[in-house]
DNA sequence: ATGATAATTTTAAACGTTTACGAAAAAAGG
DNA sequence: CCTTTTTTCGTAAACGTTTAAAATTATCAT
């Protein structure tokens, strides 16, 4: 049984509510006497019950991170972001793995609920998501990441996701290619759907044709881009050139590339998407397409605050991706 | 505001113990009241404040996992096996990063220790971790990873650390290499102090010399790794292999290396300890001995879970590691 | 019908805080 | 020295649950 504010009230000889009060700084308390009790509460090393506090303050000072995958290093590094602020805040962070599973995500975002945090931050699995969370009357802030969500009433911060699938196909296409295939994940984020388009008008302004190659399973692995091309080499559909939706996938197809005979640059081009740290390796060297991850992290909490606070009814922000060129793309 | 047992209870003409009961499938409660009332509950959308139950139920079914690098990929992977097993159980994980800062660890144990979490993994970032928290009584069970503690009251998960040095070394000497340099990190660390006495042994076992470099700095990035290995060349005494303490120092080492017109292995080998994913790509291929890091993870929270409900008093488990071999090291 | 027993429900206290409101004490003003 | 104001502190209710104990109702054998 720890040492509650009754015992110190006990033993200060004053009311359990003036110890609060000295305890939390209030005005009212003559500064004589929060010295004792103060000085009182550390040596009976007393620890403030946060789950009572929370209970009549009605807030916890907890957010949660809902991310699909924590093995991809792109989260860990926003997830890093969003501790940042909010720490620097007074806040805890929950950071739940949802591992691509809409059935996950939805048991985490009914705990949380129950666990009355007081604002999350999703990157959610799909746009679905989205729907849930508002039906479910989620009474708490919610900021979305990664995904765009057509409703001005609701928070997000994205990159510009039709911009990083233009420019990466675009800087393709200036390299020479023709033949410059897509592989990437499902259709249900806007995250895909923007990149995806971005590959499709910078080959279309050029007057190229599409290859869109869609991974089956609802995840980003680098099985998933290893088993892409994979096919793509069983069915000779091979290019010359491809943008991967993101890094994961790139190293995934770098790893098929590899295994089966091409030498990237050399016979096959590839971009990625993201700038995971371990694609600067000089071992792999991949050029990509990078997001500010870090910044997105923290972006997305101190909006999440400020939702909290009430001091902003919502806000969109949308951040410019940026080439970064390395090894893995030549000129044909 | 949302709606609360006594809402149910007015509306169900009970009284709201009966509700509490009721939710909580109480077995002196009649079947018939038991369903109205979940009826009920579920169509005004009631959702059980956690908060509340967690204040006079003196539990808060959540878990914390302090670990000290996230953008470590092992540490994700122990992550994963952690939340798996809590979430099997009914508790949710709170993880925080200290980011190789005894402070921020402090920090976190008493936030935790005020958020009246029901236990806590610990990858400690030193030794005297364990101090700390015996010192501040922190009346919550925990368990430490990667960390062996000399009290036999207290429980950890381990690998055994000096074999995972000794192979290592021992792997390099029957490669035929004499000159064998260990990198690595602080020394206040059991984890970091096994594997270089592991390293030591093999090598006097063979009657070989040691060189020991320590990272300054006191964090494990791939950075330090690379600084070393560029002292090691500035000083002339570049051996022919390395061992390093762990993978993310071992990718640096390659990146020092590979820059300053190494080739690994023709010129040098270097050989890491973990397995974290990105090794295994076959353009890094670092040999490595692994440790299973979701079972660490797994079995970690198994045990704080069982210290929680109280039906071991302590457990120190020691998992095996194992050689991999890739390609970063060779015959000399 | 009558106790006796079992099944079901209610009452009330508790968990550890915060806080509105009021009371007492101290300070200030006349 | 009395009133007014200010400072400081205490009383009590509230937050949303759980749960022991008491109370009520139903069941059943006699």
Known sequence: MSVTIKDIAKVAGVSYATVSRALNDHPDINEKTKKKI????KQMGYTPNAVARGLVKKNTNMIALLIPDISNPFYPE???GVEDIARKNGYCVFLCNTNWDEQNEHKYLNILKERRVDGIIIAPVTIDTYHYVSKEKADVPVVYIGNRIDDSSSSFVVIDDFKAGYIATEYLVKLGHRNIAFIGG????TSH????NGYKRALT???LETDINIIKDYS???ESGYLIFLEMVKNRRVPTAIVAENDIIALGIMEAAEKHGYEVPRDISI???????????SKINLTTVAQPKFEIGQ?????????ISGSIESKQVILEPFLIVRGTCSRI
């Open 38 to 41: 103060k000085k009182i509460a």
């Open 78 to 80: 926003v997830a890093r």
């Open 186 to 189: 499902h259709d249900r984020t």
């Open 193 to 196: 759907l923007d990149r995806i």
């Open 205 to 207: 302004e050029h007057k």
């Open 220 to 222: 980003f692995k680098k």
């Open 271 to 281: 971009i990625g998407i993201d700038d995971i740290e371990f694609g600067s390796l």
């Open 299 to 307: 972006k997305s909490a101190g909006i999440l605050l400020d939702l």
